[in-house]
């Protein structure tokens, strides 16, 4: 090709580009804010979910005695009803200083930390039970991680939604991951694969702020299992053939062992405030947790500010609060890639009901589900409820 026709054709794709850009970026703007005042007109006052779509009409008297699989919070029939006809989400959710708050963490089911990079922490919220009533935003989504990865996969292939992903050659490539371990076609929710209007960039999401492109991605749990849905990815994961075996076709709870959960709750004990950091001198996503002994939970802080979710405008608490000890390698590349011992077995600290249980982590492969015993070897009661998942450093010290 000639040079002028080939700077002709470079300046079409570059004028075309940024154009798509703009279109896809206005529109999801105009798209999400619309849903988000229609829904702030419809739920304003139930709950504080100003930015939530209401789902389900729940009789008041309808009995909550339904055991959420992930939390041991109890629902109602109508809400099992729903939840059962699906798998769970798995939702990457950043947490860099400019991203937050956060939208939708609250109403996981459990939720895992740990650093994705340079010191900087990320979240994977299981979205599942709690997030039936309501279409719930889920925000600001990045990127899959290999440790994330292995700790989902304990759930029996949740629906695994993500910008991207890892991909360096190596032992970080994430993306790498997901295609070996079989999860592309079968519960992957890629957006690079799914885009617009599932995931939508919202640069308005944090009002009277400026947020750089990488903060703004949104999704919302109805719009990601619609996906799903269509792709017939339900509660049944897809059959497939490996070797001559045909393997799948089975609801996601067949296997599945949920942990043990108290039946009362016990006397409030003395331990009301945790504390604990990810990476000496990054104050900014140092960690405090205050016992509240009338909700028999824990309210979160994270820089020395309340940990709120954007979609209710309160504070962040969890029923049980576990800071679980592993190996830690990196940064590893010039993305600045960790690695985290995911497998094997380790020391836990477990706060629930006010006080604090040393305990022991196992899980033996990667498809295992993640357990914990305390120093006699006995399951764990948990307290029902969001179960939150920091996962540090061997040598990290907690405070309590």
């Not at 909550?64 to 109602?76: M, R």
């Not at 400019?98 to 996981?108: E, F, H, I, N, T």
């Not at 996906?227 to 897809?238: I, M, Q």
Request: glycine residues 8%; contains cysteine.
């Amino acid at each position: 090709m000639k040079k002028p026709a080939l700077l002709l054709v470079l300046g079409l794709y570059i004028t075309a580009s940024v154009v798509s850009f703009g279109v896809f970026s206005y529109f999801g703007k105009r798209t999400l804010n619309a849903a988000t005042t229609a829904a702030e007109n419809v739920s304003s006052v139930e709950d504080n979910r100003t930015l939530l779509s209401k789902l389900l009409d729940i009789d008041p008297n309808e009995k909550q005695d339904q055991a959420c699989p992930l939390s041991g919070k109890y629902y109602t029939k109508t809400e099992r009803d729903a939840w059962e006809k699906k798998r769970p989400l798995a939702v990457m959710i950043e947490n860099h200083v400019q991203s937050r708050p956060q939208s939708g963490l609250s109403d996981a089911d459990i939720v895992f930390e740990v650093i994705a990079e340079g010191g900087i922490t990320r979240f994977m919220g299981l979205f599942y039970c709690g997030v039936q009533k309501y279409d719930t935003i889920l925000a600001p989504i990045r990127s899959a991680r290999t440790y994330f990865i292995d700790w989902a996969s304990g759930f029996n292939q949740p629906l695994y939604a993500h910008v991207g992903g890892a991909n360096l050659s190596g032992p970080t490539d994430a993306l790498g991951q997901l295609a070996n371990y079989g999860w592309v076609g079968e519960n992957d929710l890629n957006q690079f694969s799914i885009g617009y209007p599932t995931f939508v960039r919202d640069y308005n999401r944090l009002e009277g702020r400026e947020i750089a492109t990488e903060h703004t991605m949104v999704s919302s749990t109805e719009k990601l299992w619609d996906v799903a849905k269509k792709r017939e990815w339900t509660n049944v994961s897809p059959e497939r053939k490996v070797g001559r075996k045909v393997v799948g076709g089975e609801d996601w709870q067949k296997d599945f062992k949920p942990w043990k959960y108290q039946d009362s709750q016990p006397e409030a004990g003395s331990v009301t405030k945790i504390s604990y950091e990810f990476w000496s001198g990054y104050s900014d996503y140092f960690v405090e947790w205050e016992y509240d002994a009338e909700s028999n939970s824990y309210k979160r802080k994270m820089g020395g500010e309340d940990h709120i979710d954007l979609n209710t405008n309160e504070q962040i608490k969890a029923s049980n609060v576990i800071v679980l000890l592993t190996t830690e390698k990196g940064p590893l590349n010039e993305k600045q890639h960790m690695l985290y011992g995911t497998t094997g077995t380790g020391d836990a600290l477990i706060f629930k009901n006010g006080d604090v249980i040393k305990a022991t982590w196992t899980k033996k492969t990667r498809t295992d589900e993640l357990q914990f015993v305390d120093e006699r070897g006995k399951q764990l009661l948990f307290a029902r409820g969001l179960t939150w998942i920091s996962v540090v450093n061997k040598t990290t010290k907690a405070e309590y």
